[in-house]
Structure formats: structure tokens, C-alpha cells
């Protein structure tokens, strides 16, 4: 199957490596990659290059997240040494999430433009409506949870966008949690009743998101990274059995 999953790792916050194991470990044999935030949400946690040298040791594929705010520009010199040092390929460039104090100056802008990313896949997120501008220098895009992400698909391809595209697909276990995700992720976007669904369905949120991958997939995305904060074993189990019906399903050729 050419569309590409990518599991978003929860970083452990803590100075061991169980948990970021276990979910390796869990998902290693249904996803095809491994995206490792750097701080998300403005909280400290085990460094992304760290953690992605450590998937590489046990031939998994990393995808590195690195953000501007909490970098200077030799601190990301660095980085990006260290990670074709390491022979990681695949690099996501992110501002990070917004912090009171102790932002750089630095900009994603800076980071695609910097000599030492040369030889590394760079990707950036894509804006929902705003022109492509600079950006065109990445090598793949990284669109919004949800199924607006078809609608950023759409936007790119009007500015001849040529290159991958990866959507974004939130697998959430309770109601609680859909509210908390939703009211902090500016852009992710669910149909009406999703939240209802929940009242007979305890796995409506899992549903959900493998309609999402479905969605995407027919609409000629390349592929999906995946947001599995609970659950996760049970979702590693609806994934894989998604991953074998599609398999199985008619090659349907993408929309042009």
C-alpha cells in the first residue's frame, strides 16, 4: 500500500526510555514511519534527535521534529549535523508551540533555508489558506488533524504542489479526551455527532479516525500521521486490520 502512516510518538517526559520502547514495540510492524515531536506543548521532555537515533537501532524509520522557539541557529547547526551524522533521513520543521517566555528567534523559515539540511528530507506544515511562498523549498508538507486536510490538499495543488503530502488523523478513546484535543489544536475538525458518538459507542473516537485514513487515502494524499494519545494497543489492532482490508480492496486510481 504506497500511502504512507506515521505513527506521532509521545515523547517520554521522565529521563527513561520504557515508554517511547512500548510504543515503539506496539506499532513497529502496523505503521511505516515514526514522528518524534521536539517539546510539544511547551513541556520538557527527551530530546527528539536522542529518541529518533534510538527507532533507528531497531530499523525503524524516524521522522525527526525539531522547533524553531527553542533553538538559536548553532544549536540547530548542530542538530542537523547529528542527524546526518546518525544517518536519519527525514526532518520536520516546526515553530513549536507557543510558550511565555524564553522564545528564539529563530523562524521555520531560517531552518528550510539552513546549509546543514542539505541531504535531509525537510518538511514543514502546511498553511490552511495562506500562499505556499518560501515554504516551496520543503521536500513534504504535513497538513491539520481532520478531514480538513483534504481542503489544504486542495489549496496546495492549486499552487502546483507536486511534492508528498501528509494529513493528520487524531484517535481519541473517550469523549473527555475529544473535548481537551479539540479545544487545543487550533484546526481540528470532526463531523457533527462525532462527540454524541461516543454515548453508544466507546470506540466511536477510533472509528473516527480510520474514517479520516480512508478519507485522506481516497483522496489522493500520500499519507497520514497518526495521534494516538490512550488506547493504544486496541487502536494498533483496528489499524493493522484497516491496513490489510485496504490491501485487499481494488487499486482505485487518485484523484488527479
Same mark, same amino acid.
Given at each position: ?40 506543548? $511547551?513541556? &520538557? %521532555? /527527551?530530546?527528539?534527535?536522542?529518541? *529518533? #537515533? ?9 521522522? !525527526? ?102 494529513? $493528520?488523523? &487524531? %484517535? /481519541?478513546?473517550?469523549?473527555?479526551? *475529544? #473535548? ?9 475538525? !470532526? ?66
Amino acid at each position: 500500500m504506497s500511502f504512507r502512516l506515521i505513527y506521532e510518538v509521545e515523547p517520554p517526559r521522565e529521563p527513561t526510555l520504557t515508554k517511547f520502547f512500548r510504543q515503539l514495540e506496539i506499532y513497529g510492524d502496523v505503521v511505516d514511519a515514526f514522528l518524534i515531536p521536539d517539546n510539544h506543548l $511547551g513541556r &520538557a %521532555a /527527551l530530546s527528539s534527535v536522542v529518541l *529518533a #537515533v534510538e527507532a533507528l537501532k531497531l530499523g525503524l524509520e524516524p521522522i !525527526v521534529a525539531l522547533n524553531a522557539r527553542d533553538r538559536n541557529h548553532l544549536r540547530l547547526a548542530s542538530d542537523l549535523l547529528s542527524l546526518r551524522a546518525f544517518g536519519i533521513q527525514e526532518v520536520l520543521l516546526l515553530f513549536g508551540d507557543q510558550i511565555e517566555t524564553g522564545r528564539s528567534d529563530l523562524t521555520v523559515r531560517r531552518m528550510l533555508e539552513h546549509e546543514g539540511g542539505a541531504g535531509l528530507r525537510r518538511g514543514v506544515v502546511a498553511p490552511i489558506s495562506k500562499a505556499l511562498a518560501w515554504r516551496k523549498a520543503a521536500d513534504f508538507v504535513v497538513t491539520q488533524l481532520g478531514s480538513a486536510g483534504l481542503a489544504s490538499v486542495s489549496h496546495l495543488r492549486a499552487q502546483a504542489w507536486s511534492k508528498p503530502v501528509y494529513g $493528520g488523523a &487524531a %484517535a /481519541l478513546q473517550t469523549r473527555e479526551m *475529544a #473535548v481537551r484535543v479539540m479545544g487545543g489544536i487550533p484546526g481540528f475538525t !470532526v463531523p457533527d455527532g462525532y462527540l454524541e458518538a461516543f454515548e453508544t459507542d466507546p470506540e466511536a473516537g477510533f472509528r473516527f479516525a480510520l474514517d479520516c485514513l480512508d478519507e485522506l487515502c481516497d483522496g489522493g494524499v500520500d499519507g497520514a500521521h497518526l495521534v494516538v494519545p490512550a488506547g493504544r494497543i486496541r487502536f494498533a489492532e483496528m489499524l493493522a486490520e484497516w491496513v490489510a482490508a485496504r490491501r485487499r480492496a481494488p487499486v482505485v486510481e487518485r484523484q488527479p
